[in-house]
């Protein structure tokens, strides 16, 4: 009996362990099917588990048979969970997880007409959108210089001490340098570029893109610095409904509203804004460093979707602005004794867009806009108008197979500048006319390589022809790190709407001869690395690093005669750019630290001599951090630094540091924020002069720092 016994124990214990088995499985990132080592396979409800190897492959042993759940996670992916029956009847076992990518990565972009994210994108393009997009907006929301100067990369340069005129710096070149689309039109080039950040409201922006460097094979000339396209938003099947409020400690006022919304075939959005300012003196010198304006802006659209594959829509623009800066006696009091500059603007333009699906494979595209810019400026015994009228028209065609992607089109750009109230002799007008080809290709030449070539051929009228190849490359060494390489030529039509004739109000500039002047040609090229990756399970990292160089050739430049007149000559010689971006994100839980460094070397090589280019930061950092609870709570925290600026006299500027906090409590359909700009008050007054003479008679020097200083903003957000 006891023999038996000992029998059926031993067979019962030889049956169990038989019915072990063993689970091999390789475990790989769903999108680019890259081997994930250090992935975990868990066998739930015990603490059976194991850790993938270098080629993504993991081993569970003793598997019971029978109905099992086995969990497979890895930092920085979405997890898994599948339920297998023992024994397989497959030995072979694919799990693919699915990353959870920053927001950043999923983002489509649309500037260089091609629909990728910007994972998938050759060229290098950085997008602001979403929260990052409604916090920019938050700390600035009558106007874009904000949301544009945080970024790496980029300076918004004052031109005016006393009316706040803007423009926009990449990687250290003049504003003219930079073209500014709005949905892939350009809308705000030469007379009317002079005061387009600050009458461009964020609140209707889906998202703001950015190309630095040569970009002219993309949209034409102008576009030697770089682009950027600000994308509006679209109706969709749910009502949006936004209203924000906001006030200042420098008694300004921000009204804005936006609707959107799709009715089966139709849809619209409407955008309307109201901002005033008051005449605002921080250094009590007498003279304005926020002028009093007030500007009303209402952009109607009409989209109709005939079918589901074709989408129309149609437009209009219109911006009125009254500015008037200088002696804050004049403002107030009407002493006319004493400086003033007056701006008075009128902007109208019509956009129309239509995009047909011919079949599977190819799309045809048709966006227009004619734009009317009408801008008088007026200082004491002198005065500058002009009417500018321009318009822009694209077709173009897009194939689209799984592994390329065509894109070819014409388009024609017309540009005309009338001065008021001169003779012709002496007036800076200008018409001209450009007609471009274009065609590029992308190619998913593997899963690692991606390749972006280009091809630009434009005939403008005055100028003659300009061929503008480019070409970029992204090669994925993994789902963590990833390079681009890209260059490319472009160029821009000479007007006398600069930098340096913006800060003398165009006084006694002289018109351009076009036939003995040439076109403002450039070169250049990038290189960039990405690489992001978990630190444990609370912690991700990011960095990104770019080298950049552009030369400029035939450079424009702005002299005094010895009459008293100013004219724009081209001295032998070349401007060039070269230097460093990197941004760094460093996430903990509810907290996020970006820390990004821009080294600008910027030169102009004339006639064998060497000086560095004025008003450029050789070195700036851009710090900032945030708290945020999900749908509750932001808190941010900035901190930039400005390195000493080249200043036009031969003077060097002062370094300085920009501090700003954020705050903004949300609730399902409102939030409330608080921002406290510039805290430490740095302002050019306190540690340099912005002129010399008398306010009667002022003489301006560069603005390179704050005028305004520290400023307390804060008001209401309505989600309905």
């Not at 059926?8 to 890259?34: P, Y």
């Not at 804050?328 to 004493?338: F, S």
């Not at 907290?591 to 030169?603: P, Q, S």
Request: hydrophobic share 35%; proline share 4%; net charge negative.
């Amino acid at each position: 009996m006891k023999k038996i016994f000992l029998s059926i124990l031993t067979t019962l214990l030889l049956s169990s362990g038989f019915a072990q088995h063993q689970f091999t499985a390789t475990i790989r990132d769903k999108a680019t099917k890259e081997p994930l080592i250090g992935a975990t396979a868990i066998l739930v409800g015990t603490t059976n588990g194991a850790t993938s190897n270098v080629n993504g492959v993991v081993i569970l042993n003793d598997i019971p048979e029978g109905k099992q759940i086995i969990a497979f996670s890895y930092v920085g992916y979405a997890s898994r969970v599948d339920t297998l029956y023992f024994p397989l009847a497959d030995k072979t076992y694919d799990v693919l997880l699915e990353s959870e990518a920053e927001e950043m990565e999923e983002v489509i972009v649309r500037a260089t007409r091609s629909s990728r994210t910007i994972a998938d994108i050759p060229t290098r393009i950085e997008a602001i959108s979403g929260e990052e997009l409604e916090e920019k907006g938050n700390m600035k929301p009558g106007d874009i210089r904000m949301l544009l100067n945080e970024s790496t990369g980029i300076q918004t340069q004052q031109t005016s001490a006393t009316s706040y005129n803007s423009s926009i710096r990449i990687q250290g070149l003049d504003g003219k340098y930079t073209q500014i689309l709005k949905d892939g039109l350009p809308l705000y080039a030469g007379f009317s570029g002079g005061l387009s950040l600050l009458q461009i409201v964020p609140l209707d922006l889906q998202q703001v893109e950015v190309i630095k460097g040569a970009s002219s094979t993309l949209y034409g000339g102008g576009a030697i610095a770089g682009l950027v396209n600000l994308v509006s938003k679209v109706p969709e099947e749910e009502r949006e409904l936004n209203f924000m409020v906001n006030g200042t400690s420098a008694l300004g006022l921000d009204l804005s509203g936006f609707y959107g919304q799709k009715f089966g075939k139709t849809g619209t959005t409407v955008f309307a804004s109201y901002n005033v300012g008051s005449p605002y003196d921080p250094a009590d010198i007498g003279l304005t460093a926020i002028p009093k304006f007030n500007r009303y802006t209402i952009n109607p659209k009409l989209f109709w979707y005939p079918t589901d594959k074709t989408t129309l829509h149609i437009g209009f623009n219109s911006t009125v602005e009254d500015r008037t800066g200088g002696a804050i006696d004049y403002i107030e009091q009407g002493n006319t004794n004493l400086y003033f500059e007056e701006n008075s603007t009128n902007r109208f333009s019509t956009q129309l867009a239509a995009d047909h699906q011919l079949n599977d494979l190819l799309w045809i595209h048709f966006k227009n806009s004619v734009s009317y810019y009408d801008r008088k400026i007026e200082i004491p015994s002198y005065e500058f108008s002009g009417i500018q009228l321009s318009s822009f028209n694209e077709l173009s065609l897009n194939y689209k197979k799984q592994n390329v992607e065509w894109i070819g089109g014409l388009n024609l750009w017309t540009d005309e500048f009338s001065q008021n109230g001169v003779a012709p002799a002496q007036a800076v007008d200008y018409n001209y006319i450009t007609a471009g080809v274009f065609i590029q290709n992308t190619w998913n030449v593997s899963e690692q390589l991606i390749v972006e070539t280009g091809l630009r051929g434009d005939y403008q009228n005055e100028y003659g022809f300009f061929a503008l190849p480019r070409i970029s490359g992204l090669y994925k060494f993994s789902p963590r790190l990833s390079v681009r390489l890209g260059g490319g030529l472009g160029y821009k039509s000479p007007t006398v709407f600069t930098e340096d004739a913006e800060k003398i109000q165009f006084r006694n500039v002289l018109p351009l001869n076009a036939a003995a002047t040439n076109a403002e040609e450039s070169s250049g090229g990038n290189l960039d690395f990405n690489f992001k990756t978990p630190l444990g399970d609370h912690f991700t990292f990011s960095i990104n690093s770019l080298l950049f160089y552009t030369r400029i050739d035939n450079p424009l430049v702005l002299v005094p005669t010895t009459n008293g007149f100013y004219e724009y000559r081209q001295p032998a010689g070349f401007i060039d750019t070269k230097g460093l971006e990197t941004n760094i994100k460093l996430t903990y839980d509810d907290f996020k630290l970006f820390v990004g460094y821009t080294l600008a070397d910027v030169n102009e090589h004339y006639n064998g001599a060497v000086t560095q280019y004025p008003l450029v930061a050789r070195h700036r950092l851009n710090n900032v951090l945030v708290y945020e609870k999900e749908e509750k709570l932001k808190i941010g925290l900035e901190a930039y630094y400005f390195s000493p600026q080249q200043l036009s006299d031969g003077s060097t500027g002062k370094p300085y540091w920009i501090c700003g906090l954020m705050t903004e409590k949300l609730w399902e359909h409102f939030s409330i924020f608080l921002n406290f700009e510039n805290f430490l008050d740095t302002r050019q007054s306190r540690f340099d002069t912005i002129y010399t003479g008398s306010v009667a008679n002022p003489v301006f020097r560069d603005i390179y720092a704050p005028v305004d200083g520290f400023v307390i903003n804060g008001g209401l957000k309505l989600k309905l």
